[in-house]
């Protein structure tokens, strides 16, 4: 059994409570937060606390709070020598205290507290500056269904930098097509077989393989004309970086 303390009420602290609860092999002994009230509703399920120096000993703390907190919080755990892991994927491993064993438990996936997560499809990247940490929290990510991916700091930063592409990006993206088909009336939802498409192709072939379209074939006179229809000057300036990324990977010329 592996006893887990959460600190932080945010996203991603929420659905690692969700699964580990869930599991026999681990236990939740506490949730801290500075404010009890987003816990509140989980206060007959386990022991919430937002007195940091309340901890008690945990086999692993996790630090789910925001980049810029992590090495505060850090800081102020009443205690030493002891596993403690943040779950961003931009904040350096040292930055968190190194009175405490330090490693990472990174989850690589995009969450939303009314969204339910399906751990066995989120990859977590686990960084460790201790080799004797590793083998608890590869066990820790398995025993909720997680792939585990062992990375150092350069590639955790990548990855992170690559799933703002793929994911925040992207969802703009999203945004700005919701917005011109409702300039028209016209139903988003008729995109969404195209959406999942899109996704589906990359699975067997490269995003370099799997690009299509007018930027790719150069062909102008669609390309002149979807500005014209673009009334948002941002949304046209997207358009023509989008256009000019697309057509020199693939060697072709505005």
């Known amino acids: 059994m592996i006893s887990v303390t959460l600190i932080g009420a945010g ?18 002994l506490q ?3 500075r404010s009890l009230k987003s816990l509140q509703m989980h206060k007959n399920e386990v022991e919430i606390t ?14 789910c709070v925001s980049d810029d907190a992590v090495a505060e919080v850090s800081q102020q755990l009443p205690f030493k020598n002891r596993l403690v ?25 995009t969450f939303s507290k009314e969204a339910e997560i399906d751990f066995s499809q989120v990859p977590i990247c686990i960084e460790v500056l201790e080799k004797s940490t590793f083998p608890i929290l590869k066990e820790l990510a398995e025993i909720i269904g997680s ?17 703002v592409f793929v994911n925040n990006f992207t969802n703009q993206l999203y945004r700005i097509a919701h917005e011109v088909t409702e300039e028209q009336s016209t139903d988003f939802n008729i ?19 799997a690009q299509t379209g007018p930027a790719k074939r150069n062909d102008k006179k669609t390309i002149k004309k979807h500005l ?11 358009y023509e970086l989008l256009t000019k990324s697309i057509q020199e990977t693939h060697g072709k010329k505005l």
């Open 228 to 238: 014209s229809l673009l009334n948002n000057e941002m949304h046209k300036k997207v």
């Open 191 to 209: 995109l969404k077989p195209l959406i999942l498409e899109t996704a589906r192709k990359i699975e067997t072939l490269s995003p370099y393989l």
């Open 31 to 33: 949730w801290y937060n």
């Open 85 to 109: 892991v943040h779950t961003s994927g931009s904040v350096n491993i040292h930055d968190l205290d190194k009175k405490n064993h330090r490693g990472v438990f990174y989850p690589l996936q």
């Open 11 to 28: 996203n991603v602290a929420t659905h690692f409570y969700k699964a580990f609860r869930k599991a026999e092999e681990t236990k939740v």
């Open 147 to 163: 792939k585990v991916h062992r990375i150092n700091g350069d590639q955790r930063s990548a990855l992170h930098l690559a799933a």
């Open 50 to 63: 937002s007195d940091i120096s309340t901890l008690k000993k945990a086999d692993i703390y996790i630090i």
